[in-house]
């Protein structure tokens, strides 16, 4: 089975804190989930194989090391997954990054997918999905098997907010998938939402409703 990593850090859980109060607008919401993001990269980044180099300084040659191995590759799921983007590209500027286009019908809450647009060479890249909630988690089950009908093989999931059956199904029809959450809630509505969750974290990205 998969590994399944909450983030403790305090900076993590602060920031969660402030978005998923009601009363934070957009432009803190977009700011935010770029921060945890980029906090978050750090770690989902952490197993990164690396290589012995050698670099000349100003005052002699340093042996170091370098990040070596496969290529990386994020992959947000749309439209929500867009404001993971940046955050991660801080830490890794040179991952290529692909889309998913999915959105979650309101009334069978199954995934719909809407576009496609990945890396020529996703089968040589380590991939990390991007979505900030995982709720009924068929929108990530769909994501990763999308991946995977493509030559994807080595494949993390990395989200804000998970709840704990959207984990125990991507453990299921996924079981080589890593998961990263900065939180797990307990609970879904009869509207699959997650509670208390934040709401819709597209519209509370983008400013719709
Ligand atoms: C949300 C969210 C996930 C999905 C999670 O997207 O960003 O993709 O729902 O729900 P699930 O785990 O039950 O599948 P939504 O369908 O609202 O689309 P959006 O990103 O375009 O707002
Ligand atoms: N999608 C969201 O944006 N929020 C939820 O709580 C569930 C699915």
Redesign the pocket.
Known sequence: MGKVMIFDHPLIQHKMSIIRDINTGAKEFRELVNEISTLMAYEVTRDLPLEDAEVETPVGKAKTKVIGGKKLGIVP?????LGMVDGMLNLIPAAKVGHIG???DPET?K?VEYYCKLPSDIEERDLILL??????????V??IQFLKDRGAKNIKFMCLLA?RV?IDLINKDHPDVDIYAAVVDEK?NDH?YIVPGLG????RLFGTK
Do not use: C, K, N, Q
Request: hydrophobic share 40%; charged share 15%; net charge negative.
């Open positions: 799921i749309l439209r929500a997954g999915l959105y979650r809450l995934p979505d900030p909630m995982l709720a009924t988690g068929g929108s990530a769909a994501g709840s959207g879904l699959g819709d974290a597209g519209d």
